[in-house]
């Protein structure tokens, strides 16, 4: 009951940021899908016809994943920025239910306001890009279950930002370090170890040939579990160190 | 009966080019219904002592107890019984309406249901702020803004609140309305704990005091009591005659009021004050009256500081 609470206490909060800067969460989300029709446009205009339909597809998929992930990735870092400025943050840290809790709540709550945004973007996209509109619910699925893992790495982060402060730079990197990940091509052990790659070529049979094995299923959920627990022991890590440091709200 | 109890507290904080030891053993208690209150000078430990015992700071020597519970044992059963207004301007959400940052606020503590609302409402009368419910908490005034903060502080019903420099940067105002609610909250039987160098707060409604300076306790005694002290070495002579006194200038605060001649002298002991009378009478000057009288708390606390730095 006492952790309901806490997420009815997040969910407010998303929903009343979201109602009060939803005309500049409208802006970049136009902006972003416009980026991605001219990049759309430039590959029809120069791209090599045999490949063309495939890679308007890779791209297509990779624009989304890409946009689902940068929000779960820095979100919570930015909004613990902004809580440490104005203090805030001391009231979750004095709370009986503690911080790692609050913003792990806060991340869920995140993840409900965002995946409706997300299956219009993805909707929107996949008409510029000529796939169907239709999307599998198992697509939806994987994409949640990356987001799990996005919201993981996202709570690493803010444990960082707990501790270094200043990671606005940082922060900004990260949107386009994801690109980086997104795009390399993982040998060995590192197949399974960094994040979000594997899902990428996942989605893409999904949209080919709407199939997936068994394999790819333990991938997902060992891979999306490992990085939100790993997340959240290096949340609360921070959290401790800051206290015992006395920076929780130093800024 | 003692609602929190701070033993030894040491707090020095270490970054990459210093140490501040910013409290060097302190200790103290407060009781049951009483408003407690920290005060001292800028940079005197105030603010570390009372973020130690929200378990905000870890401090590296001490133990602190609320209500029994020692809170780096059991953190989330001691902090249930705890709240608090932090120092600064913001403890609100400047985005969210005043009904919205109850509602958060009490949620992200784990309340919720029948208890949560009806709590909110009380508090919001208390604070009177029912009017302002759906005002965005960044439009309110400096002081209703302050009075939101407390309105939080209060939701959870805890026995013991902590305010850090609750009157800071307020209008007088604003500042008498939250000595009165103050006061309100330690006749409902809850413990105050606050921290401040508003001496007119701590003469209007402070129980104890605890002067520290430099993270070091210099007195820990009740208001009264600190009062009094005082009172007894301050005294106002009116003269009767008309010549001579003017040579006692040096001796303290000589002026006139409604045509009779007054000196105001503070004294370190009874002797000095029959010292002084003997002068009068060396030099035949008349006393129609003396008594003993109150300094202000902002005197005593400028002198107790001052003899302790010497
Ligand atoms: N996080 C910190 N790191 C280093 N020094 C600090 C920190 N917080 C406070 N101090 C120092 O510790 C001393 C006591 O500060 P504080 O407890 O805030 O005093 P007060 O609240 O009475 O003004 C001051 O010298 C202050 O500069
Ligand atoms: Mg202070």
């Known amino acids: 009951m006492r952790y309901l609470n806490v997420f009815k206490g997040t969910l407010l909060r998303t929903f009343s940021e979201l109602k009060r800067y939803y005309l500049n969460t409208l802006t970049s989300f136009a902006i972003m899908t416009m980026i991605f029709y001219f990049i759309i446009v430039g590959i029809n205009k120069f791209g090599n016809p045999a490949v063309l339909g495939e890679s308007i597809q890779a791209i297509a998929i990779g624009y989304v994943v890409w946009m689902a992930l940068i929000g779960t990735v820095t979100d919570l870092s930015w909004t613990i920025i902004n809580e440490m400025s104005i203090g805030l943050i001391e009231q979750s840290f004095i709370s009986p239910i503690g911080p790692t809790l609050i913003y792990l709540s806060y991340q869920l709550s995140n993840f409900i306001f965002v995946i409706p945004l997300e299956i219009i973007i993805m909707m929107i996209v996949f008409k510029i890009a000529g796939i169907s509109i239709l999307i599998p619910p198992i697509f939806l699925i994987v994409l949640m279950l990356l987001m799990i893992q996005g919201y993981g790495i996202g709570l690493m982060i803010a444990g960082v930002t707990l501790r270094f402060k200043r990671t606005q730079a940082i922060l900004n990197l990260i949107q386009f370090g994801i690109i980086g990940v997104l795009m390399g091509n993982y040998k060995g052990i590192w197949k399974y170890v960094v994040p979000a790659n594997g899902f990428v070529r996942i989605l893409r049979n999904i949209i080919n040939n709407n199939r997936t094995t068994l394999n790819d299923w333990l991938y997902m959920f060992v891979s999306s579990a490992m990085y939100i627990i790993i997340g959240i022991l290096v949340f609360d890590f921070f959290a401790k160190l800051v206290r015992k440091r006395g920076e929780i709200a130093q800024y | ?310």
Not at chain 2, 201 to 230: H, P, Q
Not at chain 2, 284 to 302: D, R, T
């Open chain 2, 1 to 310: 009966m003692e609602a929190l109890r701070v033993e030894n507290l040491k707090k020095t904080y270490v970054s990459k080019n210093k140490k501040v030891e910013a409290v060097k053993g302190i200790s103290f208690f407060a009781n049951k219904g009483e408003v407690f209150s920290i005060l001292g000078p800028n940079g005197a430990g105030k603010t570390t002592t009372i973020k130690s015992i929200l378990r905000l700071v870890i401090p590296e020597e001490g133990k602190i107890y609320v209500k029994g519970i020692d809170i780096s044992k059991h953190t989330s059963e001691a902090l249930k019984n705890l709240s608090a207004v932090l120092e600064g301007n913001r403890n609100i959400h400047w985005k969210m309406t005043v009904f919205e940052n109850l509602k958060y606020f009490g949620y992200i503590r784990g309340l919720g249901g029948k208890f949560l609302k009806e709590r909110i409402e009380e508090v919001l009368e208390f604070v009177e702020l029912t009017e302002k419910r759906n005002e965005l908490a960044g439009k309110l005034s400096r002081g209703m803004q302050q009075r939101l903060a407390i309105a939080i502080a209060l939701l959870p019903d805890t026995p013991i609140v902590l305010l850090d420099e609750p009157t800071l940067g307020l209008d007088v105002e604003s500042s008498i309305k939250i000595r009165e609610m103050l006061t309100k909250l330690s006749e409902k039987g809850k413990t105050v704990l606050l921290s401040t160098h508003d001496m007119h707060l701590v003469e209007k409604v402070a129980d104890r005091v605890l002067i520290i300076n430099n993270g070091k306790i210099i007195v820990c005694d009740k208001k009264t009591n600190l009062i009094n002290a005082f009172k007894k070495k301050a005294y106002k002579i009116v003269f009767a005659g008309e010549n001579g006194y003017i040579n006692f200038r040096k001796y303290g605060k000589l002026y006139e009021e409604n045509g009779e001649k007054i000196l105001e002298v503070q004294l370190e002991s009874i002797d000095q004050l029959y010292e002084l009378i003997d002068k009068f009478k060396e030099n035949q000057i008349e006393i129609k009256h003396l008594e003993s009288i109150m300094v202000n708390f902002e005197e005593i606390f400028v002198n107790i500081v001052r003899s302790d730095e010497q």
